[in-house]
């Protein structure tokens, strides 16, 4: 799907406020409030927007920890990689997870209630996925940035 400017506009609106009504954000862009609805509804068709989620902040909702765990495997046959995304996709804790270069083969951002709870976490990976070879950890001390803000190009 193509975004012309007004796409883009109205996108980068509602990634900093999805509840935004859509008379605010047509005056904002010079549409009609129906318009504006007609936009979101197809990039929503098209799967331009994928989700409309809250952000929850993790300290709040007890899960003050956040880990960056580099995941080694030891085969990359496609059988033992899809396996172990599907394992990646389900577990709750893990909110973020990228199949990368380098070092190792996956990227995981993990929040945990403590140490307890992230430890059980890494053993219920390695005990369920045989083919995990290694992981190292990483400890977040703080937050600098967290979002999933993609920017828009609406210059004209």
Request: proline residues 4%.
């Amino acid at each position: 799907m193509e975004l012309d400017k007004l796409d883009r506009r109205i996108l980068a609106i509602l990634q900093k406020d999805a509840r935004r009504p859509a008379e605010l954000m047509g005056a904002d862009v010079g549409l009609s409030a129906s318009a504006v609805q007609r936009r979101i509804a197809r990039m929503r068709e098209e799967a331009v927007i994928t989700a409309e989620v809250a952000l929850v902040d993790p300290k709040q909702a007890g899960r003050p920890l956040t880990m960056i765990v580099d995941v080694e495997v030891e085969r990359e046959r496609p059988e033992l990689l899809a396996s172990l995304k599907q394992w990646i996709a389900a577990e709750p804790c893990i909110q973020e997870a990228w199949y990368v270069t380098g070092a190792g083969d996956y990227v995981l951002i993990v929040v945990a209630r403590d140490v307890d709870d992230f430890e059980a976490l890494m053993q219920r990976l390695v005990v369920d996925n045989a083919n995990v070879r290694r992981f190292q950890t990483r400890v977040a001390l703080s937050t600098l940035k967290r979002g999933m803000f993609v920017p828009m190009d609406i210059s004209p």
